[in-house]
């Protein structure tokens, strides 16, 4: 069995669309029919996330605490206890391709690092050009890149186990745990082949993660130049 673990707070607007989507990923040919178990994980949710959830008839599990790392390890933890010998994460504002899951099998590897595309940078307003070039130049989409997304990561349950699991971190949960990865001497795919699409919003529902990084990027192209120099992002 495969367990798809999507954490959500307040995400009724996008939530429709990533599961209608993973639930596409587990038909993909290529799974040869195993199981696919799905659990949204609604932490402190106010709108309209837990009918969604129900209406698209996966797993959900409701929690009050505010933080992402609690909430995808729970969601791992259940998925474990019913049989999943492979564990695959992603978001509620995040619509995976329908060989999501049989890419991140393919890779044969103890966890899969995934990239992501963001497909709606005009949400940025004016800057949102000046933004979207300078990501593109500090972005490696391809195999042996370095990102860590929580959108876009997978892992076998044994080698989740050894690593000790989601640290309770309000943000970067993912780094964490592909650093304990690292630790335990997992062999990590660093792919592109998985692919995912999120979005470029900027009312992020986890302080420190991806919304804010490119929040970050507005504030600091706004003044001046482009960098010339292209780096990593994490």
Same mark, same amino acid.
């Given at each position: 069995?495969?367990? @798809?673990?999507?954490?959500?707070?307040? *995400?009724? *607007?996008?939530? /429709?669309?990533?599961?209608?989507?993973?639930?596409?990923?587990?038909?993909?040919?290529? %799974?040869?029919?195993?199981?696919?178990?799905?659990?949204?994980?609604?932490? #402190?949710?106010?709108?309209? !996330?837990?009918?969604?959830?129900?209406?698209?008839? @996966?797993?959900?599990?409701?929690?009050?605490?505010?933080?992402?790392?609690?909430?995808?390890?729970?969601?791992?933890?259940?998925?474990?206890?019913?049989?999943? =010998?492979? %564990?695959?994460?992603?978001?509620?504002?995040?619509?995976?391709?329908?060989?999501? %899951?049989?890419?991140?099998?393919?890779?044969?590897?103890?966890?899969?690092? /995934?990239?992501?595309?963001?497909?709606?940078?005009?949400?940025? /307003?004016?800057? #949102?050009?000046?933004?979207?070039?300078?990501?593109? !130049? =500090?972005?490696?989409?391809?195999?042996?890149?370095?990102?860590?997304?929580?959108?876009?990561?997978?892992? !076998?349950?044994?080698?989740?186990?050894?690593?000790?699991?989601?640290?309770?971190?309000?943000?970067?949960?993912?780094?964490?745990?592909? *650093?304990? %990865?690292?630790?335990?001497?997992?062999?990590?795919?660093? #792919?592109?082949?998985?692919?995912?699409?999120? !979005?470029?919003?900027?009312?992020? =529902?986890?302080?420190?993660?991806?919304?804010?990084?490119?929040?970050?990027?507005?504030?600091?192209?706004?003044?001046?130049?482009?960098?010339?120099?292209?780096?990593?992002?994490?």
């Amino acid at each position: 069995m495969i367990g @798809v673990v999507i954490p959500a707070h307040n *995400e009724c *607007e996008r939530l /429709g669309d990533a599961l209608a989507a993973v639930k596409e990923a587990a038909r993909h040919p290529a %799974l040869n029919g195993e199981a696919v178990g799905v659990i949204v994980v609604l932490d #402190s949710c106010t709108d309209g !996330s837990d009918r969604i959830a129900e209406e698209h008839r @996966v797993a959900r599990l409701v929690l009050a605490v505010r933080n992402v790392g609690v909430a995808r390890a729970r969601g791992a933890e259940l998925c474990i206890d019913v049989g999943a =010998r492979w %564990l695959a994460f992603t978001d509620a504002d995040t619509v995976v391709a329908p060989d999501w %899951l049989a890419m991140q099998l393919a890779e044969e590897a103890d966890a899969v690092c /995934g990239c992501v595309t963001v497909d709606d940078w005009a949400m940025l /307003g004016a800057d #949102s050009e000046r933004v979207r070039a300078h990501f593109d !130049s =500090r972005y490696m989409h391809a195999d042996g890149h370095r990102h860590v997304h929580g959108a876009n990561l997978g892992v !076998s349950a044994e080698a989740y186990r050894r690593a000790g699991g989601f640290a309770p971190l309000a943000c970067s949960e993912d780094v964490a745990l592909v *650093e304990a %990865l690292q630790a335990v001497g997992a062999r990590i795919a660093w #792919s592109a082949a998985p692919r995912v699409t999120t !979005s470029a919003r900027t009312d992020a =529902r986890a302080r420190g993660g991806f919304g804010d990084t490119l929040l970050a990027m507005v504030a600091a192209l706004a003044p001046g130049p482009l960098p010339a120099a292209p780096e990593a992002l994490a």
